[in-house]
């Protein structure tokens, strides 16, 4: 105990008298902030306390749904070493939602309650441990951008228990919480008729207007639509690998950050006289022709598919799956030289003999590959085929902290036992759909939560017996699912994606037909 009262000491003498004093830097006062050339946020921190201590409570007045997420795999845990917490927020200009309210009542292991004291806006956070306290206090509500993104200041203090401060600040939150409103299904019933969010005019000095949908007619209107920041860097890396005198170019990018709109530019500065799109399935082929015609412009006939029954070998623009245009008949019925420019999309794939067949066939004057996952398990050399020109490369941690990306969240789900035995793609059907592995989903799916009003996703299986039975738990639980795998056809395909975008379903479960991203 005294060991621990002197590293204090030291460390606070460090802090606010001589820096040149050594100290225990687990003690000592530190200055909290996001920067994310040095990895550093204030989100680690929290983890870091959470992870180590007895109890915590939060005086906060802001909280999103984002924030949450960022702390609920921690709390499940904390929850099942049965540690519990405090969180004490409030209703302070609306800003509060009521589904944020939702999800604090799944975070069982924390006591909620709402203070109604005129402009509380308090951000002070405590974590108990043994003998001593750590006190995070400053600018940062309990929000993903708070705790992760923007310049922040916070102040973590450490106190020996019989501190002052600590318990000044104890007896603060006290005084509060014994006044508050737990929190109730029948308090967040009653907030959800009386909310009233504010506007952006009242939360911001400026309102940034979205841009209106790409309208696709024109070239005039289409050469308007201009790259962003990321595709003007990858287009001047790919002109420079042309440049250089060589025909072939990858481009590693990661999912979401535009490669299908980043390919379309480099095709419109190329300008080339027919163009051939490769995908590996059929359901990219509409939409990649969609942003190609609002980059390129042009007429109708232009643009062709080759999939299925429809065969438009001579469009300027033509779109294809390998399945089609690997097929001995289709390669047979066109020249090598046909396309100046071949773009082969997921090429990750390409070490696949339908790929090796198509690639070996052309003789395209500029051939690019694009993916966001080039090293391979199955010993293909991605960077082999396109003679290791990388034209261009942004992973995904680097897309996110250039803001091109949504940011997301990624829970980690532990596998389900049944009497000792994990419950994997390995195990057979009837423990796969078991009562108890279905409840296990959906408790896991609730506690985690969505984003927006209602829940839509994917759930992908290991086979196909799976994917039909657990689909019919789920409806027999409420839920509107579907399950589709090889066996269904094209269209079926695309009209379950299309009740899924439009909430008529709430999820599809799939083998092998969607990609996992």
């Given at each position: ?5 002197k ?16 100290s225990?830097n ?33 005086s ?9 997420a960022?702390?609920?795999s ?29 999800e604090?009542?799944k ?6 309650r709402l ?11 405590i ?11 400053g600018?940062s ?33 006290e ?19 009386q909310y009233?969010?504010m ?17 696709v007619n ?29 025909d ?31 995908v ?45 245009i690997?097929k ?8 090598p ?5 071949i ?13 090796q ?9 500029f051939?690019m590959?694009m ?8 010993d293909?050399?991605?960077?082999e085929l ?24 990624y ?49 992908f ?32 395909r ?24």
């Amino acid at each position: 105990m005294e060991e621990l009262i002197k590293d204090i000491e030291s460390s606070l003498r460090k802090g606010f008298i001589d820096r040149n004093v050594k100290s225990t830097n687990r003690y000592e006062p530190q200055l909290l902030i996001n920067n994310q050339k040095s990895k550093e946020s204030v989100l680690s921190t929290f983890h870091e306390e959470l992870e180590n201590c007895n109890t915590f409570i939060f005086s906060v007045a802001f909280i999103t749904e984002s924030g949450l997420a960022t702390l609920k795999s921690l709390l499940l845990d904390l929850k099942r070493k049965g540690i519990n917490g405090k969180i004490l927020t409030s209703t302070f200009l609306h800003f509060n939602q009521p589904k944020v309210f939702k999800e604090l009542l799944k975070v069982t292991n924390v006591e909620v309650r709402l203070t109604d004291v005129e402009g509380f806006h308090a951000k002070g956070y405590i974590f108990e441990h043994d003998s001593y306290h750590s006190l995070i206090i400053g600018s940062s509500n309990l929000t993903a951008q708070a705790l992760k993104v923007n310049h922040e200041w916070n102040v973590k203090l450490t106190s020996y228990d019989n501190g002052d401060l600590i318990n000044h600040f104890k007896n603060q939150f006290e005084e509060i919480w014994n006044c508050a409103q737990p929190l109730t299904s029948e308090w967040i019933e009653s907030y959800e008729k009386q909310y009233k969010p504010m506007s952006k005019e009242e939360y911001v000095d400026k309102v940034i207007e979205l841009p209106e949908a790409y309208q696709v007619n024109s070239i005039e209107k289409s050469m308007e639509i201009k790259p962003n920041k990321m595709q003007v860097a990858a287009l001047s890396e790919i002109q420079a690998v042309r440049d250089a005198g060589h025909d072939k170019g990858l481009v590693v990018s990661a999912t979401g950050t535009g490669k299908t709109f980043l390919s379309a530019f480099d095709v419109r500065k190329y300008a080339p006289k027919r163009m051939l799109f490769i995908v590996h399935r059929e359901q990219i082929l509409k939409k990649a022709k969609e942003d190609f015609r609002t980059i390129l412009g042009g007429k109708d006939e232009d643009y062709g598919f080759l999939s299925g029954s429809s065969k438009d070998l001579n469009a300027r623009y033509l779109f294809a799956t390998i399945q089609s245009i690997s097929k001995d008949e289709t390669l047979s019925s066109l020249d090598p030289s046909s396309f100046d420019y071949i773009l082969v999309d997921e090429v990750h794939k390409a070490g696949a003999k339908s790929y090796q067949k198509v690639i070996e066939y052309f003789e395209p004057e500029f051939l690019m590959g694009m993916t966001a996952t080039p090293e391979r398990t199955d010993d293909f050399n991605i960077y082999e085929l396109f003679d290791y020109n990388i034209a261009y490369e942004i992973r995904l941690q680097e897309a996110l902290e250039e803001d091109m990306l949504c940011p997301f969240h990624y829970f980690g789900v532990t596998d389900f036992e049944i009497n000792g035995e994990t419950i994997d793609e390995t195990t057979q059907l009837a423990k796969l759909v078991t009562n108890e592995r279905v409840d296990h989903i959906l408790d896991k799916v609730n506690y985690y939560g969505y984003s927006g009003k209602k829940v839509r996703g994917l759930m992908f299986c290991s086979r196909k017996d799976e994917a039909n039975k657990l689909s019919e738990s789920l409806n027999d639980r409420g839920l509107k699912t579907v399950a589709l795998t090889g066996d269904d056809s094209q269209e079926y395909r695309l009209d379950c994606v299309e009740k899924l975008e439009n909430e008529e379903l709430d999820y599809i479960l799939t083998v092998d037909i969607l990609m996992k991203v």
